[in-house]
């Protein structure tokens, strides 16, 4: 299942390459993404055990409470939503306030879904990213009526049992970390590590320094439970996690948010990407064990049958 929106720096392509790195979903394990964005590596994920969701931009959060909790009235508002420009216009502008908490919902949805790069972060980005044309294999009016009418109910019964929060990253990681728990982070990108976040302005609604990466690395070697993290390489995590018994695991793929606003390659930017995930060392010890007893079970002798 594919999450209700895009989002800068999100996991939407990478999902099915990040999950085997995780434990499988468990009754008793607690799965918690402090950093969630898009939430896409969730929406891809069976949904058993105890499931938290977190971010910090209070947008994103209140649109998958509503999701959860009054989905049909969602999706029936977003039915009577049409793709337009004068709708990205006002709803685009930073001085618009919503009329109640359904048309705020909505306008994220739409906003995120309408605008070049997922530039839904910061109010003022969506100037400089634009309005998302419909073209020839890229009919956003369509897809969006699209994951209205087919994709929204699903959305909404994948979140009827997931804790949403809204808060400081850390300390979501303090109130569920145990030995049974999964934290996937995906902190927003080291700032000297980007290529396209940043080349025209374009950032997070909360960013995230160097200092607060170092806070990040710290606490989640402490951690007692299984840890996996996104980012570029750098370092930083290098020095922090690698030399510490962390793995990582490099993911190339080709971004395809390095466009302007009219749909052109900016050759400036580098279209290539290498997507690291790093993983604790009681994650890596678990996946070799897992590992272990797949080649046994293929290894076993079959008894003959007399």
Not at 31 to 52: D, Q
Not at 220 to 243: N, Q, R, T
Not at 248 to 262: E, I, M, S
Request: charged share 30%; proline share 6%; with cysteine.
């Amino acid at each position: 299942m594919k999450g209700p929106i895009p989002y800068l720096g999100g996991k939407s392509r990478l999902a099915d390459r990040i999950l085997p790195l995780l434990p499988s979903p468990n009754r008793d394990h607690t799965y918690v993404e402090p950093f969630c964005g898009g939430a896409s590596v969730l929406f891809a994920r069976k949904p058993i055990g105890i499931e938290v969701l977190n971010d910090r931009n209070g947008d994103v959060v209140h649109l998958f409470r509503i999701l959860r909790d009054r989905g049909d009235e969602l999706r029936e508002y977003l039915q009577n939503v049409p793709y337009a420009r004068s709708i990205y216009d006002e709803w685009s502008n930073p001085r618009y306030v919503s009329r109640d908490d359904i048309e705020r919902a909505a306008r994220t949805f739409f906003l995120a879904r309408a605008t070049f790069m997922s530039a839904t972060q910061r109010p003022e980005d969506r100037s400089v990213a634009g309005f998302a044309v419909a073209r020839f294999r890229d009919n956003r009016a369509r897809s969006m009526q699209n994951k209205v009418d087919e994709e929204l109910p699903q959305i909404r019964d994948r979140l009827r049992h997931v804790v949403i929060e809204c808060d400081d990253a850390l300390g979501v990681i303090d109130r569920y970390d145990s030995e049974n728990t999964i934290l996937y982070c995906d902190p927003p990108y080291l700032p000297d590590t980007r290529k396209a976040i940043g080349h025209n302005g374009i950032g997070y609604a909360h960013e995230y320094g160097v200092e607060d990466h170092e806070r990040l690395l710290l606490r989640l070697k402490e951690s007692p439970g299984f840890v996996a993290l996104s980012g570029y390489a750098s370092e930083l995590y290098a020095d922090l996690l690698e030399s510490d018994g962390w793995e990582r695991r490099d993911f190339p793929w080709h971004c395809h948010t390095v466009r302007n606003t009219k749909g052109g390659e900016n050759p400036e930017l580098d279209a290539q990407r290498t997507e690291s995930v790093w993983i604790n060392p009681l994650l890596v010890d678990y996946r070799e064990r897992s590992r272990g007893r797949q080649q046994s079970i293929f290894l076993e002798p079959v008894s003959s049958v007399a």
